[in-house]
Structures are given as structure tokens and as C-alpha cells.
């Protein structure tokens, strides 16, 4: 059984079904790689093992009664991002140390209602603010296919122990690139849907025009399966929106049971310069490149397209991001939630130490930042602009999808880097130039595996589409990976066994 952890899920769903395993073998198998691998990586902030073993023999209790959920058994986990009932909730922040949530974000609830297991909660950069877990309060997270370098973030736990064989699935959330930028990192496919297509309810909030639950996988299909469950309108979530209920896995095998020898025949694919610009490492410029011949060759149309020049969409997101962090965290002042300080002298004196002390350094920088650009006398310069740019940025995504059905792009400008590089913020920044436009307009994008570097680090193609097209990236990227294998390379952590 030593092989269980390299299964798909759409494996695991049929063999589960033909009783090849049951949900408790595939459980315990997934637990034991936990216990003995994530000290090497420090995936996982929470462990739920002794409830998943309970679900787990529940689920095959009532497989046994005939019921036919197919995701009943089949174990993931959880970015700390969401609310989990009775279960720590941290975000990655020492703010949250002993939260224990009194009710379960809503797609936690779906997500177990389909029948799944979660094995915990993933480690994450704290209020999900980085692009390399080093934020976490609870430690850095290591990348399974070379420990010394970062996982990406701010869903690196998520990313890391798919990569290691720790769960076949995991959510994670983006709010510029946190689920793509994690997944190029780590070898994986991770899919940021439409804005709006899954409840925030329950996901604790960084910039709530931004942010928006996924899925993170091996593979396009896994992320649609784990997608599946989550989508959909909530009462809940004010910015929640009613729209046709998509069956992303159902539209995968339609796809592929019409796809022949040149299935992205009518495929036009959008290409900016601006994707390619200054600060892309050589290796991921080739890497995509050739991805996107292999696209061509399979009879896709590569079409020239703008969009807006990174530089301004960069600095358009980190005056927007942490102008709405600065206020979802005022919230965290050590009477209505979060961390208190000990002995206050007054009330100035516990919110000030409560908040110093409860958030790290970067979530400080960014509610300082945000608190400026909200300010009352420069409102107007930062605040205001920034939207107005937005608008503009949203126009030139539009204008290019006039002439193309997807835009591609490298997911970040580098492989995962090194932990020790230790990066000051503004080049942290830097490396999420090409997923934040995403998220400023509210588009779907995913990430997909297209290669190694000569250092045997992944590399990760982006695919940006309309509103609502989620369908057609996962199936674009699964008609792709059935004619590639870089979504089948395994990394070190994955390959042992124990
Ligand atoms: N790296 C980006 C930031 O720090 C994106 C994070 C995210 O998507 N949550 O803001």
C-alpha cells in the first residue's frame, strides 16, 4: 500500500468505490506520512488524526449502506485561513494562538458534507500576507522537492503537503496569487476561481475585494474534484453570486471523450509582452515558452494581447491590500478578538501591546500601510487613484479577451528561491507581479505544471480566463496534462516511504 499517497483522486474516488481500500486504510496511510515526514517541512499547524480516523470508519459504514457520495473517504486538508469548528484556527498568526472557532466557514461544511476527511489545518503566511510562508508565526514551511528552499505562499502548508504525499487535495486561498504562486512553486496545479464563486464565510479576511477560496492538487482534475463541493451561492457572503452551477469533473470527461489528436483546435491563447518582461529568470521564460509551443502543437493559436503594465498593477494592489487588511484587522484588538496582552496599564496601553505583540512584522507593515492610504489627507492621492486604476486594469483585461478564450503567462517570475535569501518586502512584492491583475479584476485563473529547472525545481504555467470559465481552464489544463507528464513527477518528501 505504500503507493496509496501517489494516487489521483479520481483514482482514490474508484478505488474506494471497487473497495480496493477502505477510507480508514487510506486515512491511517496518510496520517502515518504525516507523523513521520512533516517535521521536515512543517506543513501542518493542526493535526485532526483521531476525528479523520473516526470519519474515516464512519464513511465506510455508510459506503457499506449503499451511500454513493463520490468523494465519501477521501482525505485533504485545510489552509488555517478557515473557520473550523471546535478545531484552532490561527490564520498563521500568534493573534489567533487560541482560537478555537465556534462555527465552520461554509465551504468547510461543503466540503464535509460531500463526504471528505480533513486530516488538519495547513500552515500559512500569517493573515495570508507573503509569498513564502516565512510570515507564519508557527515557523517556515520547507518545499518537499528541495528543503532549502521556500514552498511559496501565502498557502506554502497547503502547497507543501500536497507535494509530499500528505493529502491528495487541500484548499487554499488567493488574494493575489496565493494558491497559483504555492502550486508553481511546488510542482502543483491550484485553480483561483471567479470572484464571487465561493462563500468567504468563515475565511478570515486579509482584502475582501480580493480574496477568494480554491483548490490546490496533483493534477487539473484533482483540483476540479475538490473545487466540486465548494462553489456556489451563500446567503452568507454578501459578494457571493447566483450563476449556473457548473459539474467541473463532468465537464473534464466530456472534454476528453471529444478531444482527438489535436483537441485545443480553435484554442486562441492570449500572450502579452508585458508577461515577459524585465525580471523573469531565463529557465521559466524557456519552460513557459515551450509549454506554450506544446499548446500550438495541439492546435492551439497563440495571439498577441495587452494588458496593463505590471509595475502599475503591482503598485495598484499593495495600496488597495492593505488599505482593506488595515481595516478587516482592526477587529483583532484584544477585547473583540484576538490576542491580549498581559498586565495593561489602560485601555491605550492593551490594545497597543495586545496588537505589537499579537501581529509579526509584515502584517504590521501592511496595516501601516493601509492605514496611510486611508488616511484623511491622502485618501484622495492613494486610495481613490489606486481604484481608479483598478478600473483601468480591469478595461485592458476585457479588451484582451475581445481577441483570445485564455491569457497565458509564467505564474511568477522565478522558481522557488531560497529560504536564506531572506528577501526584503518590496522584492517579496516583486515576484507577484503576474498573479495580483487576477485578482484586481476579479478574474479565474489557475496554475499548472510545465517543467523543472537544471535544479530540479518546478516551474508553473498561468492560465487566466473570463468570468465564470473555471470549466475551461481545468479542462484546458487536463487535455494538456494527458499529453504531458510534468504533473507526475514526484518530489523527494513524495517519493519516500514509510
Ligand atoms: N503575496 C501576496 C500578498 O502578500 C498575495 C497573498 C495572497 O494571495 N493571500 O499580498
Known sequence: MSELHLLSTQQLVTGLQDKQFSSLELTEHFIKRIDALDSKINSFITHTSDTARAQAQAADEMRAQGDQRPLLGVPMAHKDIFCTQGVLTTCGSKMLHNFVSPYDATIVTNIAKAGMISLGKLNMDEFAMGSDNSSSYYGTVQNPWNLERVPGGSSGGSASAIAAGFVPVATGSDTGGSIRQPASFCGLTGIKPTYGRVSRFGMIAYASSLDQAGSL??????????????????????????????????????????????????????????????????????????????????????????????????????????????????????????????????????????????????????????????????????????????RLIIKDFDDAFANCDVIASPTAPTAAYKLSENLDPATMYLGDVYTIGVNLAGLPALSQPVGLTSEGLPVGLQLIGQHWQESQLLTTAHLFQQHTDHHLQHSAIAKETV
Open 217 to 390: 492538487g496533483r493534477s487539473a482534475k484533482d483540483c476540479a474534484y475538490l473545487l466540486q463541493p465548494m462553489v456556489g451561492h451563500d446567503p452568507r457572503d454578501a459578494t457571493s453570486i447566483k450563476h449556473d452551477m457548473p459539474d467541473y469533473v463532468q465537464d473534464i470527461n466530456d472534454a476528453e471523450a471529444q478531444a482527438g489528436d489535436k483537441p485545443f483546435a480553435g484554442l486562441r491563447i492570449g500572450v502579452a509582452k508585458e508577461y515577459f518582461g524585465a525580471g523573469l529568470d531565463a529557465e521559466v521564460d524557456k519552460l513557459t515558452r515551450a509549454a506554450l509551443q506544446k499548446y500550438e502543437e495541439l492546435g492551439a493559436t497563440i495571439v498577441e494581447v495587452n494588458i496593463t503594465d505590471p509595475e502599475i498593477t503591482l503598485a495598484t494592489y499593495y495600496m488597495l491590500a492593505p488599505a482593506e487588511a488595515s481595516s478587516n484587522l482592526s477587529r483583532f484588538d484584544g477585547v473583540r478578538f484576538g490576542y491580549r496582552c498581559e498586565n495593561p496599564k489602560d485601555l491605550i496601553d492593551l490594545y497597543t501591546r495586545s496588537r505589537s505583540e499579537g501581529f509579526g512584522p509584515e502584517v504590521q507593515r501592511r496595516i501601516l500601510m493601509g492605514t496611510y492610504a486611508l488616511s484623511a489627507g491622502y485618501f484622495d492621492a492613494y486610495y481613490i487613484k489606486a481604484q481608479k486604476v483598478r
